[in-house]
Structure formats: structure tokens, C-alpha cells
């Protein structure tokens, strides 16, 4: 790992911290629930069950002195209002900020007076009560600010392995590499939706994990051990997030690639028992086992309709196919256009502020430009037969799994309309398990642009990396202007330090600030300065 990609991560680091210190507490996405499940496990041990009241009176006591807590259609204070702030003082102490603390100290934290949290299978929530007990004796926002800690760490991780996505696929080229981590890593609402109290930060990661070992299959081999974590993943995956059902098509695609597709005669699966007589059948014969295992387990759990399985059966059961197309045409297609892609660039303060429309404009032309280059891209491989290049086929396996992604997505949103009368609400950052897949696709597609005359092709990607930067520096301005006054430093230092763990007040900030500003002035330094290799990434 060299220098710039460690520097792009210790970026990544500060940049999320960042992010974690301007929003306000209960303002990631749906916060308060997921918080509001860590708190339940961490009294309980347990996840809460049925109609059992899950949310606690401190929880909610300061969700109503802070303006986010919801009525019965969902909508707090700011829903929808960019208008409305809190009520601030002039010093670094809010004015609810010593009696939201206080609560700490009475048994507001064990008793459970609402139903408000989330219920989401505990594999993010577990490890995050346990943060919760380390800090019990703390008031809410170390809590909450701490567990925000577990969250950011999830998504160094997630980073981390899309970086080594980038190395699998764009290996020889390292400037492209450093280019990928920079579109995941600075990509505004990835971060803002990765670094709140949330599970996302988790099925995240576990996907990108998930395709990371996918890939790792299709471009080198079909290795037992591999197979066996691929399946462990999945099932994490699974009791994770619903919306990981996917995973068992998708895995199901990459044993046809190896075992059927794809699979060379003098080069078959990939064991030590090829050596010996018999080994190919041998081999062969212990690779169809674990598949029939596998085959038999997914088809137990789906016959005893256990967890995400469920889902299935529900889908089977009341399959309309005629209402389904009418649905896709006249609501998924156009809500996806017209909501789901300018939210997947940023929408904040609980779906009230996004950029304004000149940005959306330039982003929509670079996105479509970089769809130009990738269709260019792809008659390139038609041209070339180069559909047998393991890296190519690594390609198409991203864009079948955004496929399948995204009508696993749209089917579920159907059925949460046809049972019970209104969309799931799906929302760009549902998509975000893919994003990996995204900017593989758009960066090729923007490198495919630029010819390799006068260095064309080496400024087009650099100029797609400062961009991504650029527009997280534009996306937290947004987020500081919507919720303080920043008219002059005075003020914005007293009213981002109000509600916050004492490490995030006052002086800590701006030594947090100045090292972040300098931090991306060094890497954009180093990454200008950054040499583009010119090698075929396929090979």
C-alpha cells in the first residue's frame, strides 16, 4: 500500500469526522430509531419483540426539547422545513444541553415509552451496546457520539475494501485506484449515511465484502476456503439487511461463471487435488457437495420461512404480475429519476436541503457523459472479443448485480405498496451496498472519454477525483449554513459545539478543522503530482 492511498484513507478519517461533528444529534438518517434499538439491547440483551415499547424516555425527552421528535405521519420540526432551527445561545453550552444530560442520572435511560426503534436483525447493534455499557455512565451525547465512532469505523473498513476492489480490477493502474477510493470515500451521502447511528454502515460492508471475495472468484479461482467465507458472508448479509436477498442470486451467478461459463478445459478448478489421479473429478465432486449444501440450507430456510426468507413467500404468494408492471411504469421509473438520483448525491435535514439545481446539472452531465464513454467502452470489448478477460467478466458481474440490486429494491417497494397501500419510500442511499459498482462504471466510462494525446487522459481522471472532493467540501457547507449561523466564526464555533460530547466543543474543533484543511491540501498535492500509468487495466 503506498503513501497516497494511506494518505486518502487518514483523508477519508478526518472527512468523516467532520461530518460527525456538524450534524447535530438524531439528524443521520432515522438516528433515533437505530440508537433507539442500540439503547433496548444494551438494558434488554435482547432485540424487542411485537408491540413491546422499545424507545426510551430519554431518548424521546430529548428528541422533543431538540424539535426531531415525529408525529404520527412521520414528520418532526424540520421535515421538509430548511427554514427552522433550533433555538441557540451564545456560549458552547446548548439550551437544553444540562437537562438532556442530567437524564443520565435518573432511570429515564431504562424505562421504554414509545414505540420508535428500529428492529433490524442485531448484528450492528450488538457490538454497539456493548459500546453503549462502556459509556453508560456518560450523558446521551457521548453515547450517541461514541456509538457514531463504531459507525465511522465500518466505513474506513468498507473504504478499505474498495480500495482493494480497485486494485482487482484496475491493478496496473494506481492512479485509477486512488481515483475509485476517492469517488467512495468523498462521496457526500455515502459518507453522511455511513457515519450516523445506523445498520446501513454495516450491510454496507458486508457487501462490498461480499463482492470483493465474488470478484476475487471470477478473476483468479474457485478456492474451497474462499467459497466457504463467500457463504459465511452471505448469511451475515442476510440477517443483516432484507434487502441482502439478492446476495443468493448473485452467488448462484458467480458458481455458473466458474463451474460453467467460463471455465477454461486446461484450466479448471483451481486445488491441490488436480495433481493427483483422479483429481479434476475429485475436485469437481467436493466443490458440487458444498454446492448441494448450500442449495439445501438456503432451501430449508426458505421452507421454514425464517427471517429474510419470508420475504419470498410474500412475494410469491401474492404475485400480481400485471399490477407489478404498472407500478414499475408509472412509479419506480419516474420516482427513480425524479428522487432517487439527486438523493443519492445528498439530501439532508431530514429530507429538506439538497444542492442547489446548477449542481445537480453539472453532476447529472458528468454521470451522463461517463455512461457515453462506458457505452464506448463496452463496443470496445465487442469489438475486441475480449469477453473471456476475466477482468471484463469481474465488469459485467458489477452491472448484473446493480441489476439484480435494483429489482430486488423495486420488487419489495411493489409489495410494501400492494399490501399495505403506500411505497416502501426507496431512497438513493438504498443503493449505496453498490456503490463500489457505480464509480467502477463511471469511472471507466470518464476515462474512455479522454485520448491519451497531451496527457488528456491523466488530467480527465484527476479532474473526476478533485471534483468528488470538491463536492463533499460544497455538501458540508450546505449542512453548516442549514444548521448555524455562519456569518462569523464566533458564532459557528458557539452553536456547532452546543449538544456535543465535550471533545467536540469549542477549541477541539478548530483543531480538528485546521488539521482537515491541511490534511486536503497535502493530498491534493500528492494527487495532482500522481503519475498515470498507461497500461490496459484488463490484462
Known sequence: MNKSILLVLLLVVLNSLVWITLIPIWHFPDEQAHFGQVAFIAEKGRNPQNDELDLTEEIYTSEQLLGTARDKFGNNKFTFHPEYRIEYTNSLMGKYEASIAALTKLDAKNIFIR????????????????????????????????????????????????????????????????????????????VFSNVGVNSDALGNFLFTIFLYLSLKIIIGGLKTRQLLFLILITVFCLYTKPQFIVTLPLLVLILLLKFCLFRSPDSPLESPLQDKPFGHIMDAAKHFVIIGGLITFFYLLY?????????????????????????????????????????????????????????????????????????????KIIKERAFKEKKVQAIFF????????????????????????????????????????????????????????????ELGI????????????????????????????????????????????????????FIYFMTIIVFLIEYIRYPYEKKSQRN
Open 115 to 190: 414505540l420508535e426503534a428500529s428492529r433490524y436483525p442485531p448484528l450492528y447493534y450488538i457490538p454497539a451496546s456493548i459500546i453503549y455499557k462502556l459509556f453508560y455512565a456518560q450523558d446521551l451525547f457521548t453515547r450517541v457520539f461514541a456509538v457514531r465512532f463504531w459507525s465511522l469505523l465500518l466505513f474506513l473498513a468498507n473504504i478499505y475494501f474498495i480500495y482493494k476492489i480497485g486494485h482487482l480490477i484496475l491493478g496496473k493502474n494506481n492512479l485509477l485506484v486512488i481515483a475509485l477510493t476517492c469517488l467512495v470515500g468523498f462521496q457526500p451521502m455515502m
Open 398 to 457: 458489477l452491472i448484473f448485480s446493480h441489476l439484480i440490486f435494483f429489482l430486488g429494491i423495486s420488487f419489495y417497494d411493489w409489495l410494501s405498496w400492494y399490501s399495505q397501500k403506500y411505497p416502501l419510500g426507496v431512497q438513493g442511499r438504498y443503493f449505496f451496498p453498490l456503490i463500489s459498482s457505480h464509480m467502477v462504471i463511471l469511472l471507466l466510462g470518464w476515462e474512455s472519454l479522454f485520448p491519451d494525446k497531451w496527457s488528456l487522459k
Open 462 to 513: 484527476k479532474i473526476l477525483g478533485i471534483f468528488m472532493v470538491m463536492l463533499n467540501f460544497f455538501a458540508l457547507h450546505t449542512v453548516a449554513r442549514t444548521y448555524y449561523d455562519i456569518s462569523t466564526c464566533q458564532n459557528f464555533l458557539w452553536q456547532a459545539s452546543q449538544y456535543k460530547p465535550w471533545f467536540f466543543k469549542g477549541a477541539w474543533l478548530v483543531i480538528l478543522g
Open 303 to 379: 421452507r421454514l420461512n425464517i427471517g429474510p426468507f419470508s420475504l419470498i413467500s410474500r412475494f410469491i404468494n401474492i404475485l400480481d404480475f400485471q399490477s407489478l408492471i404498472k407500478f414499475t411504469w408509472e412509479y419506480t421509473l419516474p420516482h427513480t429519476y425524479k428522487e432517487v438520483m439527486p438523493w443519492y448525491w445528498g439530501i439532508y435535514d431530514w429530507l429538506g436541503v439538497t444542492y442547489p439545481r446548477i449542481v445537480h446539472r453539472i453532476i447529472n452531465w458528468v454521470v451522463l457523459f461517463s455512461g457515453v464513454g462506458f457505452g464506448v467502452w463496452i463496443i
